[in-house]
């Protein structure tokens, strides 16, 4: 078991681009989050993915942003006509969900800069 | 909506020391749980010491313990016998124990360790 791993660790796009970043969670985990973080601050949630089912997404999560889990392994998370206000470091984290006593755990991150 | 405030932006402490990070909280679920997590420079975040708000008893990890005070919704972090590889930013993290996962954090404490 290798841990939650992201892909890229870094981007650096210019204003209007989209980019889409990758998360691989822990094998077997059944949910998976995303969180963004800007410098100097704790992260905020942004939405999660029980198996393949969205089922919650932040108001932070304007209609540029969009996230899948397909097949309920690996997300991605794709942010349309990037603003320089995108620039932060998108988390994602992954638990497994049984009952209530779930512990999330983090990957590396991905941080993007929008020039 | 559940707040959590680090009041503490950074803090020092010098090897072999103990310090103790504050975090508070505001909700009005009986049902949750609490975390601190620990992100080093340049890192991933991991999870350093979770509490169930049903339990009184104060969780420990090794050097590291919490102090909850349900009552109060204070919910700090001791490490005791600080070493180097302390130095991180810390964490203090909410999450509902009924339907919904999403963690709510605090804006960090900044630890520095003096050797």
């Known amino acids: 078991d290798t841990g939650v791993s992201q892909d890229p660790r870094h981007k650096i796009t210019k204003r209007g681009q989209n980019v889409t970043f990758r998360c691989d969670p822990i094998?077997?985990?059944?949910?998976l989050y995303w969180y963004r973080q800007t410098l100097g601050q704790g992260p905020e949630f942004l939405t999660y993915f029980q198996n393949e089912a969205q089922l919650e997404k932040s108001r932070l999560l304007s209609d540029r942003f969009s996230a899948e889990r397909p097949k309920g392994s690996f997300s991605t998370l794709e942010i349309q006509r990037t603003e320089q206000g995108d620039s932060a470091m998108y988390l994602c984290?992954?638990?497994?969900?049984?009952?209530?006593?779930?512990?999330?755990?983090f990957g590396p991150g991905t941080r993007l800069t929008v020039l | 909506a559940q707040t959590v405030t680090q009041s503490q932006p950074e803090m020092s402490v010098q090897e072999a020391e103990t310090v103790t990070l504050s975090c508070t909280y505001d909700?009005?679920?009986?049902?949750?749980?609490l975390f601190w997590y620990k992100q080093p420079p340049s890192r991933q975040m991991i999870l350093v010491i979770r509490?169930?708000?049903?339990?009184?008893q104060n969780a420990t990890e090794n050097r590291f313990s919490v102090n909850f005070q349900k009552a109060a919704k204070s919910f700090s972090l001791k490490i005791s016998d600080s070493q180097l590889g302390d130095a991180a930013m810390y964490f203090c993290?909410?999450?509902?124990?009924?339907?919904?996962?999403?963690?709510?954090f605090g804006g960090g404490t900044r630890l520095m360790v003096k050797p």
């Open positions: 509490q169930e708000a049903y339990k009184q």
């Open positions: 094998s077997e985990h059944n949910r």
């Open positions: 909700t009005s679920e009986s049902d949750y749980y």
């Open positions: 984290a992954s638990s497994f969900h049984r009952g209530l006593a779930d512990t999330q755990y």
């Open positions: 993290a909410y999450r509902r124990g009924n339907a919904g996962n999403m963690l709510t």
